[in-house]
């Protein structure tokens, strides 16, 4: 048990040495302030995203979609009434903006839907009552309005009434029922784009727009922020689906559930509503899973700051601690003092990394959100919501790491002796001797993990683990490294920098325990640079020369996806001939996007059709099947992309089943194909035989490939006109266009991974800056003999500037071969196992040089201010005896 001295003993210690405590202080709150940053973004995401689904699906338990994507609303009248469904709402979503903000469209039959949102209803009745829904300026019928104001007093009437039924819900949503290109939107959203009741506003479509008006508010506690509602028939004009629907939101019971199913008829299914967020959330797994591994490697950094510094406080206590055992104090004593001092900074270390981390996710959460819109969906996250859980995972996570980094330091102290009062150097000593014993170690940690690699197979999280064991097992092999490279350039220093290079190389060996542990916080923090940066490099080149080879037309037509089915906007069948006319094109290819059910769950489909015959831009991985046009063709075959193919097991010969609407049918895999568009994984098929299966004769984008001699801009001035002329909404891009929106795209994706990179080593920089600072105090004796003695205070700045200097240069070329495999070991099982992607490593000479200035910069700035400090002591006072 601590005695009440010992209690005073530390708190003296840590006062009279600010610097190196709140260095701690601070290389903990960085650690931990990235894990709660990285977790609360993720965190926010996937709530809000969640919330979401939950708008737009309601308390449906349900639903029915059909195979084509859209169900005739004929036909959900004819199955509401034939299966008795009472609680169902025909529905049709899709992505806009509004305002430069992102919203889902969402329409709905208010009548049908009261029973699965009741809230809706009720919220709506309350904005009537209080005077904030719009007044429909187009009745100007006398009877038109004496039905309005009717409907008004009735929807009033039922508004009092605590047993308001779904007819009310219903008549709530009258404005909407009678107003044109109407819609309402929570209150939130309405005045963060400045808009009030009555406004007409600009609905952006993707390649068309529509002119809306806002009738209605909703209250922020019904939970519809993000959303724009409508009503069906609205929706249908606005995009362009008139006479069909979505899907059906449906309430079941399990046994009401069998039944339905089995009465559908061919190409409609009924699959849970959860199916559907499950599916979505599985996009997006493995990109918050590898944002969570760049944050734990700031936080392994930090468990070297916080070895460093604790191993430090023992160093320069042993006169203290041997002394102490003189006077009585137990081994367990020593122990329990140790760790005391690593939680309270530990503690507070937490508690400012909470804060910081608060502030820090509150802009990665845009990032976050940012990169899933950019890749995968529409998501609309305003705010960081702070989950308890993040918190409490983070500050345990810190208290864990710190805890467990103090253990050897707190042993070392345990172990103290009272002759150790004058044997001050006797550490290094050992710390020297077990230098092979590390590195032994470090070998064995690197064995283990790429051995869990060879035996892990398609586990990410072992391929993390495996990831982390070699960086945990380098960093053991760096103080060996370390004190190799100090030993090999002190000739070279002595020569370049005379006594003061001698001096400093050998000052790095004669404190290998700060030393060693310093450049390897800030070696495996510039691995981690370099890492991501080969990985990063590499991704980049393969999408370069994956676009080169895939983009094969020189102008692309597109109409922007919208809906859930991830169609593009039709355009006319006839357009295509329309534009072969045109004397520079001289082929034209036409596709069709959407998402087709397989049984691994909703998989993108891309079916093509090329008036020369044969698709063109296919880059296939391995062998193909026999006769692979003529079978593709003919519709025995399709085309899946690599990352399909590795996250279902296929290989060529393998056959998928799609449900078509003829219900499910089984198709061979021809070929598989390099993709890096979607880590979810495309399906090929040819378009004659996806409008038969599918009954979707639709196009959605056309290429057009041109003649050698012909000009790009005046053929899309051709095409502008063409489409202008037949009043088509589409964009028109180039070839280069394309590309350049893809980079760019990329480029962004990569902001957040280069942000963590620089908190890591904002992290490595703490860390090597504290060890600056310890070796600074526990040689000021040292440096007061050198003063003494004659070297000026300039002198005395330049030998600890040189000696920073190596450090940093021994980080960075220790950090070369770590860097490398961390890259390799991203690319070839990280990303393979998070993505499905395979692409070459390219290793740039600027990544690697870089690399080693950013250590030699970190070290060297670091050491700033411990070297003017030096300079500025008094020798006398130094040389002083405690």
Known sequence: ??????????????????????????????????????????????????????????????????????????????????QRLNAASPAIDAPVRIGGRSFTLLGLDPLAAAPLRPDLGRSLISAAEAGIAAPDPSVSDPAAADAARAADASMHADAADPGMNASAAARGLLRLLRDPASFALSADDANVLGLTVGDPVEVDLGADSARMTLVALIPEQVGLSGLALTDIATAQEVLGRLGEIERIDLILTDAEAARVAAALPPGLRLEPSAQRTNALTQMTRAFHTNLTAMSLLAMLVGAFIVYNTMTFAVLQRRPLLGTLRMLGTTRSQLFALILTETLALAAIGALLGVLLGIAVGAGLVQLVTRTINDIYFQL????????????????????????????????????????????????????????????????????????????????????????FLVILGTALLMPLGVHGFATLTTPLFGRLFGIQGRLAARGITASITRSGLAVAALAVAVSATMGVSIMIGSFRTSVSDWLANTLTSDLYISGEASGSAGRGQTLPPGLADDLLALPEVVAVSQGRRSRVQARGGTTHVLALESSTGQPRGFDFAGPTADDLWPRWHAGELVLVSQPYAYRQQLAVGDRIALFTTDGW?????????????????????????????WDDPAISSLGL?????????????QVDALLAAHDIAASVQTNRAIRELSLTIFDRTFTITKV?????????????????????????????????TGMTRGQLRALILIQTSAMGIAAGLLAIPLGLAMGDLLISVINLRSFGWTMPMQVEAQTLVSGVLLAWLAAVLAGLYPAMRAARAVPARALREE
């Open 665 to 693: 049918q089984d198709f061979e895999v021809g070929g598989i194909f390099r993709d890096y568009g979607s880590d979810s994984g495309t399906l090929i098929l040819p378009r004659p035989l996806y409008a038969e299966r």
């Open 705 to 717: 490939v041109l003649t050698e001699a012909a000009e790009i801009d005046s053929v899309r001035q």
């Open 380 to 467: 609309n996250v305003r705010t960081l919501h702070l989950d308890p859980w993040s918190l409490s995972k983070g500050i345990g996570l810190g208290l864990g790491v710190t805890l467990l980094a103090a253990l050897g330091p707190a042993l070392e102290a345990a172990r103290s002796q009272p002759r150790d009062v004058v044997r001050r150097t006797r550490i290094e000593g050992q710390t020297r001797r077990l230098l092979p014993w590390l590195a032994s170690a470090g070998v064995l940690l690197i064995v283990i993990g790429m051995g869990l690699i060879a035996l892990s197979a398609r586990s990410m999280s072992i391929g993390f683990l495996a990831l």
């Open 756 to 788: 963590l990179r620089l908190l890591a080593i904002g992290v490595a920089f703490v860390g090597i800056l504290s060890a600056l600072m310890a070796l600074e105090l526990e040689r000021a004796r040292d440096y007061a003999v050198l003063r003494a």
């Open 1 to 82: 048990m601590l005695t009440a001295a010992l209690i005073n003993a530390s708190r003296r210690y840590l006062a009279r040495h600010r610097w190196q405590t709140w260095l701690s202080v601070a290389g903990i709150a960085l650690g931990v302030a990235v894990v709660i940053a990285v977790d609360l973004a993720n965190e926010s995401a996937k709530r809000g995203f969640r919330l979401s689904v939950e708008q737009v699906t309601g308390t449906a338990t349900h639903q029915i979609v059909a195979a084509s994507g859209s169900i005739p609303e004929q036909l959900y009248a004819t199955l509401r009434l034939e």
